[in-house]
C-alpha cells in the first residue's frame, strides 16, 4: 500500500512539473515572438575608425548564369554575345522531339481523362434522378395505401350514386325509343305518307301530258328533251313517295328492333356496374387488396435503395474521374514544362555577356549555357572585407569608389547591402559588401575590374 502511495506522488509531482514547464515555455515563446528583431545591416558601433577600405570587384547590377536542368543536343541558338535581349526572349533550345511526343501523349490521357468524368457527370446525374423518381414512387403508393385503408368519404359515395342515377334514366330512354320502334307507324304518319304519294302522282300528271302533246304534234328535239327530263324527275318523285309509304307500312326492321333491345341491355350494364362500384365503395378495400398496396410500397422502397446505391456508385466514379483528370492535368502540365524548359529564356532585360555553347553541342544538366546581366546599373563587391570592420558599417553609409582601370577618378556609392554569413578568404573571416555605384553611365566600365572603397562611417576616437 505505502509503494502505492509513494507511485502516485511521484506520478503527481511529474505531472505537475511537466504542466509548469509546458506554461513557462508558452510564455517564452510568446515573448519572443512579441520582440521585434532589428536587421541587422541596420547596426553599426563606433570602433573609432572614420573610414574603412576594403578591395573589391565591379560587377552588374543584376546578372544570372542559365543553365539547362536536363541533358540534350543543342539544336538552335537564337542570340551572339552582347546582344540585347527582353524578358522572355528565347536564348537557346535543346532537341525537343521526346519532349513533344510527351506532351502530345498526355494530352491524349487529358483528353481522354476529362471525356470519362464527362461522362461519369452524366451518371451520377441519371442516377439522382433515379433516386428521385423512387421517391415519388414511395410517395405515390404510400398514397394508394392510405387510400386503401380509408372508409370511402361523402363524396365518393354522392359520385357513386349520381352514376347509378345517370344509369337509369339511360335505361328509361332506351326503354322508349325500344317502345317507339315496336308500335310501327303512326294513323297520322300513314296519312302523311299518302298525301305525298297523291302529291306526286298530281305532279306527273301535266309533265305527262305535254310531252304526249310535244311527241304527237313533232314539237323541236330540244323541246321535247326538256319536258322528258322533267318527266323522269316527277315518276322518281312518285317514286320515292311510294316506297316511303311501303316502308312506313312494314314497321321496323329486324335490325333496329334489335339495335333498340342492345341500347336497353347496356343500359341496364352500366346501371348494374355504377351500382356494383357503389356497394365495393361501402364495403372497404379488402385484406388481399391492401397487401397486394402493401407489396407495392415495398417494392417501391427496395428500389429507392437500389436507386442510392447506384447514385453512391456513380459518385464514386465522378470522384474517381476527377482523380484521374487531376492527375492527367499535372502529366500534361509535367510534360509542358519539361517541354519548355528546353528552351532558355531570358528572365530579365539585359545583355548576353557570355555564350558558352555552340550548336551541335550537349548541352549539361546545371553548366551555364548563356550568362546575362543587366548593365544599366554597377554594383562593387568586396572582397577582402574583415569582421573586424563589418562592424563598424550599415546600409546607407556613403562610399568613395575608386578603379585600377580609370586612375585619378572616383564615384560615389552607398551602401546596400552586407553579407550576413561569412567567407573564409586566405585564413582571414570576410564579408561581402555590395556598393551601388551612382553617376557611372558614361564610364567605360567592365565587369570584373579592380576596385578600391573607403566606406565613410563619420566615427572619431
Do not use: C
Amino acid at each position: 500500500m505505502k509503494r502505492l502511495m509513494m507511485a502516485l506522488v511521484v506520478i503527481a509531482v511529474v505531472v505537475i512539473g511537466g504542466y509548469f514547464i509546458y506554461q513557462q515555455r508558452q510564455t517564452a515563446g510568446k515573448n519572443v515572438a512579441a520582440t521585434a528583431v532589428p536587421d541587422v545591416n541596420t547596426l553599426a558601433i563606433n570602433t573609432g575608425v572614420a573610414e574603412v577600405s576594403a578591395e573589391g570587384q565591379l560587377v552588374p547590377a543584376r546578372f544570372v548564369a542559365l543553365s539547362f536542368p536536363a541533358t540534350g543536343e543543342i539544336i538552335e541558338i537564337f542570340v551572339a554575345e552582347a546582344d540585347k535581349v527582353q524578358v522572355g526572349d528565347p536564348l537557346v533550345r535543346l532537341d525537343t522531339a521526346d519532349q513533344e511526343i510527351a506532351l502530345q501523349q498526355a494530352e491524349a490521357g487529358l483528353a481522354l481523362a476529362q471525356a470519362n468524368l464527362a461522362a461519369a457527370a452524366a451518371g451520377q446525374q441519371e442516377a439522382a434522378a433515379g433516386v428521385a423518381a423512387a421517391d415519388v414512387n414511395i410517395r405515390a403508393a404510400e398514397v394508394a395505401l392510405a387510400l386503401a385503408q380509408a372508409p370511402p368519404t361523402a363524396e365518393q359515395v354522392a359520385v357513386s350514386e349520381a352514376a347509378i342515377a345517370l344509369a337509369q334514366a339511360n335505361i328509361t330512354a332506351a326503354a322508349g325509343s325500344q317502345a317507339l320502334a315496336l308500335e310501327g307507324p303512326s294513323d297520322g304518319e300513314v296519312i302523311l305518307a299518302e298525301a305525298q304519294i297523291a302529291a306526286a302522282e298530281a305532279a306527273q300528271k301535266p309533265v305527262q301530258d305535254a310531252l304526249g302533246m310535244a311527241t304527237r304534234f313533232e314539237a323541236p328535239q330540244d323541246s321535247i328533251d326538256d319536258i322528258t327530263v322533267q318527266y323522269n324527275a316527277a315518276v322518281a318523285n312518285l317514286q320515292a313517295a311510294e316506297a316511303a309509304l311501303a316502308e312506313l307500312s312494314a314497321g321496323a326492321t329486324a335490325a333496329e328492333r334489335a339495335a333498340a333491345a342492345n341500347a336497353v341491355g347496356a343500359a341496364q350494364a352500366q346501371r348494374d356496374a355504377a351500382q356494383a362500384q357503389l356497394d365495393l365503395l361501402l364495403a372497404g378495400a379488402q385484406p388481399e387488396q391492401i397487401a397486394v398496396v402493401q407489396t407495392a410500397v415495398a417494392r417501391a422502397i427496395a428500389a429507392k435503395t437500389e436507386a442510392e446505391i447506384a447514385l453512391q456508385q456513380a459518385e464514386t466514379a465522378v470522384t474517381q474521374a476527377e482523380a484521374a483528370v487531376t492527375q492527367a492535368e499535372a502529366l500534361a502540365a509535367a510534360a509542358q514544362t519539361a517541354l519548355d524548359e528546353r528552351t532558355l529564356t531570358a528572365p530579365f532585360t539585359g545583355t548576353v555577356a557570355r555564350l558558352e555553347v555552340e550548336l551541335g553541342e550537349v548541352a549539361t544538366t546545371g553548366v551555364p549555357v548563356v550568362t546575362l546581366a543587366d548593365f544599366s546599373q554597377w554594383l562593387v563587391e568586396t572582397t577582402d572585407l574583415t569582421e573586424l570592420d563589418v562592424v563598424a558599417i550599415a546600409n546607407g553609409y556613403p562610399v568613395s569608389v575608386r578603379l585600377d582601370a580609370l586612375p585619378g577618378e572616383t564615384w560615389p556609392g552607398t551602401v546596400t547591402d552586407i553579407a550576413r554569413v561569412a567567407s573564409v578568404v586566405q585564413g582571414d573571416v570576410t564579408y561581402k559588401v555590395q556598393i551601388s555605384l551612382a553617376d557611372a553611365h558614361d564610364q567605360p566600365l567592365r565587369w570584373g575590374m579592380t576596385a578600391f572603397v573607403d566606406i565613410h562611417t563619420g566615427d572619431t576616437q
